[in-house]
């Protein structure tokens, strides 16, 4: 089966017009704002911004200070075992409480919590991830409408849940002691890493942390809708899928209308509503002539359109002037537009399988997140970086509506996690009914995102249980391996393929797919490279060698750690802390011996600073080791994805981890807390090329391999230039070209193959200490086709003729924005802009200077000046770091 990957496929082909009804008309108001918070005894009672949460409450008013600096987690943690109350008053029109059904909803509550009006119960909360909805009709008045939400401690709720199960333990009890965490995350349906993770920090809080308003309609409710494309490869044609979940107060007929205008297909239905809330089903067929057009202009736009398996996509359009229709949730209804499409994804379990590239994602450590400005950021950083995939990972949350708006504008696909990770969990009845009406409202707020080409159950739970992560009993097992099925493969699995067929769904990752499916969902070793995905982390090998790296079917995780940049860390923390041996340093580490284990993978390559003080230096370091290791194991996995070798190959993702940081630490991220992009963040933007030159040694014959890769559709006919550098010369002793050689599209094949002792006997007396190597990929015309690549003939630390680099650098204001010209004494490695704290990104950065001259653009994120850039501008190459 050949793999054909639409990184394109989301095309806005049309409007999807609904819900036109004469006659029914709905109401809202919001209830966000300002509200009032207070703790159990009353000690602290302040205003609060709903949406929010407790912390950022506090911290608004001056009660704390930054959450994050220095070891305010620690000194905090007492907000989280304290109860907590949100109130406020409001009026309401007399036109909404003359509506026959009010109705109170809450988008989000985290936690554990009581809502109250006007003195009554309305209900109790358990599960961030739901939304809850109260009928309120009957207990609203004009004026002073008391609304209460009575948060108890998600820590102490956690621990009861755990003391009431008896029977037998559910694993883990607690986080690690180096993660400062708190303890039974997996007893309550809230991110998990809220408790604590070995990237991030411990901040259980409370809130309403989405909105909260009141609904108000006579007839229909459009509790939620949803489209899908569905192809028929019998009578090659499309046809859209329309879910519509309908609250009808009473039995009401009316007419139903489907309309994409732009594929000129319209069809109305009659549809006769039943009394309560319903799912109710419509599909539309796409006019094929029409079709034909739009796919013929995607060809002249070189979009790649769709053979069989390809997109179809539209909008909804909003109700027309003067038709008000069903009242939507949010997101839902009418006045939601709505992107549908269908791009080809291949399960990576089936065998010739997969699809490019590249990550995951975190959510930030306190609700509601990230501003819609920084998230667009996050994500413009993942797509200028070459990425086409996300991982939301599963112990987050489920991102918000405008996280997976934004992926569908940017074309960037989304592997969606179930929030389940690195946990057994409870299977009591009360449990599972909220997992599942967890899963259901999610699939379907989600499924018409064409962004979302795969569902996945959980992170890691099926590899816990087959490596015994948590050494239970062989006795007891098999009470585990029935509750593992019950969860995943009888309620999450079931109820997603019966709500969304269209897309692939895997029980864990990493897993074996089919094959952990015939062992019965928990295969003897859910990391074996011949099927499914692969997770593979080791800190202690020589990350360079790609020997060492298994030949996967899907890396779907893998990665190194590093500290972010001084200008990061400096808002939370005092000169003190700029040491590694640091009290600070120490607090922030959560992985176990995690910076040891960066130190050593450092020193495998280089020479460690010369003052072990020297933080500034250390920093930089580990993000050069960080981001040649991620380099290495991306390039390997991505020119691996043509080759069988013992039956090993074919690999045809990379995902590592992670993109984002949730606050200031070391971690395995690429890019820092605030947006900044570390080393591994800019050579992730050469190394997920489109089209990419990769070589590596053979150490066997001393062969030397360059291979093309290239996830392009068309095959192109490309020859490799390699330019041979002394480390102690500017210029190139000697250049080499291979002869044009045909390059498949969606493929990695060699375009050169030498011995290393031959090519550099020709380079004027080269050895394996005294250069290195340059190349790149070049057409018929002589047009570089990617970027550059580099390949050292020794570890760095070895080399010899390798001096210390004097580097200036000018800033200057050009047609694009700003400039600055770099010039070398030496060759130089490595060679690292930083603009402190002022917002923006380089055009490059990271690199080797092998020439006197280089300019790199600055893109300022806000109005910068050359002078201000000027300023702020530190340059580091390797060499500083030896510096006497």
Same mark, same amino acid.
């Given at each position: 089966?050949?793999?054909?990957?639409?990184?394109?496929? =989301?095309?806005?082909?049309?409007?999807?017009?609904?819900?036109?009804?004469?006659?029914?008309?709905?109401?809202?108001?919001?209830?966000?704002? *300002?509200?009032?918070?207070?703790?159990?005894?009353?000690?602290?009672?302040?205003?609060?911004?709903?949406?929010?949460?407790?912390?950022?409450?506090?911290?608004?008013?001056?009660?704390?200070? !930054? #959450?994050?600096?220095?070891?305010?987690?620690?000194?905090?943690?007492?907000?989280?075992? !304290?109860?907590?109350?949100?109130?406020?008053?409001?009026?309401?029109?007399?036109?909404?409480?003359?509506?026959?059904?009010?109705?109170?909803?809450?988008?989000?509550? !985290?936690?554990?919590?009581?809502?109250?009006?006007?003195?009554?119960?309305?209900?109790?909360?358990?599960?961030?991830?739901?939304?809850?909805?109260?009928?309120?009709?009957?207990?609203?008045?004009?004026?002073?409408?008391?609304?209460?939400?009575?948060?108890?401690?998600? &820590?102490?709720?956690?621990?009861?849940?755990?003391?009431?199960?008896?029977? $037998?333990?559910?694993?883990?009890?607690?986080?690690?002691?180096?993660?400062?965490?708190?303890?039974?995350?997996?007893?309550?349906?809230?991110?998990?890493?809220?408790?604590?993770?070995?990237?991030?920090?411990?901040?259980?809080?409370?809130?309403?942390?989405?909105?909260?308003?009141?609904?108000?309609?006579?007839?229909?409710?459009?509790?939620?809708?949803?489209?899908?494309?569905?192809?028929?490869?019998?009578?090659?044609?499309?046809?859209?899928?329309?879910?519509?979940?309908?609250?009808?107060?009473?039995?009401?007929?009316?007419?139903?209308?489907?309309?994409?205008?732009?594929?000129?297909?319209?069809?109305?239905?009659?549809?006769?509503?039943?009394?309560?809330?319903?799912?109710?089903?419509?599909?539309?067929?796409?006019?094929?002539?029409?079709?034909? /057009?739009?796919?013929?202009?995607?060809?002249?736009?070189?979009?790649?359109?769709?053979?069989?398996?390809?997109?179809?996509?539209?909008?909804?359009?909003?109700?027309?002037?003067?038709?008000?229709?069903?009242?939507?949730?949010?997101?839902?209804?009418?006045?939601?537009?709505?992107?549908?499409?269908?791009?080809?994804?291949?399960?990576?379990?089936?065998?010739?399988?997969?699809?490019?590239?590249?990550?995951?994602?975190?959510?930030?450590?306190?609700? #509601?997140?990230?501003?819609?400005?920084? =998230?667009?950021?996050?994500?413009?950083?993942?797509? !200028?970086?070459?990425?086409?995939?996300?991982?939301?990972?599963?112990?987050? &949350?489920?991102?918000?509506?405008?996280?997976?708006?934004?992926?569908?504008?940017?074309?960037?696909?989304?592997?969606?996690?179930?929030?389940?990770?690195?946990?057994?969990?409870?299977?009591?009845?009360?449990? /599972?009914?909220?997992?599942?009406?967890?899963?259901?409202?999610?699939?379907?707020?989600?499924?018409?995102?064409?962004?979302?080409?795969?569902?996945?159950?959980?992170?890691?739970?099926?590899?816990?249980?087959?490596?015994?992560?948590?050494?239970?009993?062989?006795?007891?097992?098999?009470?585990?391996?029935?509750?593992?099925?019950?969860?995943?493969?009888?309620?999450?699995?079931?109820?997603?393929?019966?709500?969304? #067929?269209?897309?692939?769904?895997?029980?864990?990752?990493? +897993?074996?797919?089919?094959?952990?499916?015939?062992?019965?969902?928990?295969?003897?070793?859910?990391?074996?490279?011949?099927?499914?995905?692969?997770?593979?982390?080791?800190? /202690?090998?020589?990350?360079?060698?790609?020997?060492?790296?298994?030949?996967?079917?899907?890396?779907?995780?893998?990665?190194?750690?590093?500290?972010?940049?001084?200008? +990061?860390?400096?808002?939370?923390?005092?000169?003190?802390?700029?040491?590694? %041996?640091?009290?600070?340093?120490?607090?922030?580490?959560?992985?176990?011996?995690?910076?040891?284990?960066?130190?050593?993978?450092?020193?495998?390559?280089?020479?460690?600073?010369?003052?072990?003080?020297?933080?500034?230096?250390?920093?930089?370091?580990?993000?050069?080791?960080?981001?040649?290791? /991620?380099?290495?194991?991306?390039?390997? $996995?991505?020119?691996?994805?043509?080759?069988?070798?013992?039956?090993?190959?074919? +690999?045809?993702?990379?995902?590592?981890?992670?993109?984002?940081?949730?606050?200031?630490?070391? %971690?395995?991220?690429?890019?820092?807390?605030?947006?900044?992009?570390?080393?591994?963040?800019?050579?992730?933007?050469?190394?997920?090329?489109?089209?990419?030159?990769?070589?590596?040694?053979?150490?066997?014959?001393?062969? =030397?391999?360059?291979?093309?890769?290239?996830? =392009?559709?068309?095959?192109?006919?490309?020859?490799?230039?390699?330019?041979?550098?002394?480390?102690? *010369?500017?210029?190139?002793?000697?250049?080499?070209?291979?002869?044009?050689?045909?390059?498949?599209?969606?493929?990695?094949?060699?375009?050169?193959?030498?011995?290393?002792?031959?090519?550099?006997?020709?380079?004027?007396?080269?050895?394996?200490?005294?250069?290195?190597?340059?190349?790149?990929?070049?057409?018929?015309?002589?047009?570089?086709?990617?970027?550059?690549?580099?390949?050292?003939?020794?570890?760095?630390?070895?080399?010899v003729g390798l001096r210390a680099a004097n580097i200036t650098a000018k800033v200057r204001e050009d047609e694009t924005g700003l400039a600055v010209d770099l010039q070398t004494s030496a060759v130089a490695l490595f060679v690292w802009l930083d603009a402190g704290a002022l917002p923006g990104r380089f055009g490059a950065n990271g690199f080797p200077m092998l020439s006197r001259n280089r300019t790199v653009q600055f893109h300022a994120a806000g109005n910068t000046s050359a002078a201000e850039l000027s300023r702020a501008l530190a340059v580091t190459s390797l060499s500083d770091l030896y510096a006497p």
């Amino acid at each position: 089966m050949s793999l054909r990957v639409f990184l394109s496929a =989301l095309l806005l082909f049309g409007v999807l017009g609904v819900w036109r009804h004469d006659g029914v008309s709905g109401l809202v108001q919001s209830l966000d704002g *300002e509200w009032n918070l207070w703790n159990a005894n009353k000690s602290l009672s302040l205003p609060a911004r709903v949406p929010g949460c407790v912390h950022t409450a506090l911290e608004e008013r001056g009660v704390i200070q !930054d #959450p994050y600096f220095r070891f305010n987690d620690l000194l905090y943690e007492w907000i989280s075992l !304290d109860n907590w109350t949100y109130a406020t008053t409001f009026a309401v029109s007399k036109e909404l409480r003359s509506k026959r059904a009010v109705l109170l909803v809450l988008d989000g509550v !985290d936690t554990v919590a009581s809502v109250w009006l006007n003195g009554a119960l309305l209900g109790r909360t358990d599960n961030m991830f739901h939304r809850y909805v109260f009928p309120v009709r009957q207990l609203l008045k004009a004026e002073d409408n008391a609304l209460t939400v009575r948060f108890v401690s998600a &820590v102490a709720y956690a621990a009861q849940r755990r003391n009431a199960h008896a029977a $037998y333990p559910v694993p883990p009890e607690c986080p690690p002691d180096v993660q400062n965490g708190q303890c039974h995350v997996n007893f309550i349906r809230k991110a998990q890493s809220s408790f604590s993770w070995d990237w991030g920090p411990s901040f259980p809080g409370a809130g309403l942390w989405k909105g909260v308003r009141l609904e108000a309609f006579d007839l229909l409710r459009l509790v939620q809708f949803a489209a899908l494309p569905r192809y028929d490869a019998g009578g090659s044609s499309w046809s859209l899928q329309a879910d519509a979940l309908v609250d009808a107060l009473c039995p009401a007929s009316t007419q139903t209308t489907l309309d994409v205008p732009e594929l000129l297909s319209r069809a109305t239905f009659p549809t006769n509503f039943l009394q309560g809330t319903a799912k109710y089903t419509f599909a539309l067929n796409i006019n094929a002539q029409r079709e034909a /057009v739009v796919a013929q202009r995607a060809r002249r736009t070189n979009v790649l359109p769709p053979p069989r398996h390809g997109a179809l996509a539209g909008r909804r359009r909003a109700t027309p002037p003067g038709v008000q229709g069903v009242f939507p949730q949010r997101g839902a209804g009418p006045g939601a537009r709505r992107r549908v499409a269908r791009s080809e994804f291949l399960l990576p379990h089936q065998r010739e399988a997969g699809f490019p590239e590249r990550l995951k994602l975190d959510p930030g450590a306190l609700l #509601p997140g990230p501003s819609h400005a920084s =998230l667009r950021d996050l994500l413009q950083s993942a797509a !200028d970086a070459n990425m086409n995939v996300l991982r939301v990972w599963g112990g987050g &949350v489920y991102e918000r509506d405008a996280f997976y708006d934004t992926c569908d504008e940017m074309g960037l696909m989304v592997w969606q996690d179930f929030m389940f990770a690195c946990a057994t969990y409870p299977t009591e009845d009360d449990f /599972v009914r909220t997992v599942r009406e967890e899963v259901l409202q999610q699939v379907w707020r989600l499924k018409s995102h064409p962004s979302i080409i795969v569902w996945s159950a959980n992170n890691e739970n099926e590899a816990a249980l087959a490596a015994d992560w948590f050494r239970i009993p062989a006795w007891r097992r098999p009470v585990y391996l029935k509750d593992y099925v019950s969860l995943y493969v009888d309620n999450v699995m079931a109820l997603v393929k019966q709500e969304d #067929p269209s897309r692939p769904f895997l029980v864990s990752s990493p +897993t074996n797919g089919a094959e952990s499916e015939r062992e019965g969902y928990v295969a003897a070793d859910p990391y074996d490279p011949r099927f499914g995905d692969t997770h593979f982390y080791s800190y /202690v090998h020589d990350c360079w060698d790609w020997r060492a790296f298994p030949r996967a079917r899907f890396a779907s995780e893998y990665g190194f750690q590093s500290w972010p940049s001084l200008s +990061t860390l400096r808002p939370v923390s005092v000169p003190a802390d700029w040491n590694l %041996s640091s009290r600070f340093a120490s607090h922030r580490q959560h992985h176990p011996h995690g910076n040891w284990q960066m130190l050593q993978q450092a020193a495998v390559h280089f020479r460690l600073p010369a003052a072990a003080a020297d933080f500034a230096g250390t920093v930089y370091l580990t993000q050069v080791m960080q981001a040649q290791c /991620v380099k290495a194991q991306t390039e390997f $996995y991505r020119r691996s994805r043509s080759e069988l070798v013992g039956g090993l190959g074919n +690999t045809m993702g990379a995902l590592y981890w992670q993109l984002n940081d949730i606050w200031q630490a070391p %971690s395995w991220s690429s890019l820092e807390f605030g947006g900044k992009w570390k080393m591994l963040h800019y050579l992730a933007a050469d190394f997920f090329a489109d089209v990419l030159p990769v070589a590596f040694e053979d150490d066997d014959d001393d062969a =030397l391999f360059i291979y093309a890769v290239s996830d =392009l559709s068309q095959d192109l006919k490309l020859r490799v230039v390699v330019s041979v550098h002394a480390w102690s *010369e500017l210029e190139p002793v000697c250049t080499l070209t291979s002869e044009p050689a045909v390059v498949p599209g969606g493929s990695a094949v060699p375009v050169f193959k030498g011995h290393v002792a031959a090519l550099l006997a020709g380079c004027g007396g080269c050895s394996r200490l005294t250069c290195l190597l340059a190349f790149w990929l070049e057409d018929g015309d002589g047009a570089r086709r990617g970027p550059a690549n580099h390949h050292f003939l020794c570890s760095p630390k070895d080399a010899v003729g390798l001096r210390a680099a004097n580097i200036t650098a000018k800033v200057r204001e050009d047609e694009t924005g700003l400039a600055v010209d770099l010039q070398t004494s030496a060759v130089a490695l490595f060679v690292w802009l930083d603009a402190g704290a002022l917002p923006g990104r380089f055009g490059a950065n990271g690199f080797p200077m092998l020439s006197r001259n280089r300019t790199v653009q600055f893109h300022a994120a806000g109005n910068t000046s050359a002078a201000e850039l000027s300023r702020a501008l530190a340059v580091t190459s390797l060499s500083d770091l030896y510096a006497p």
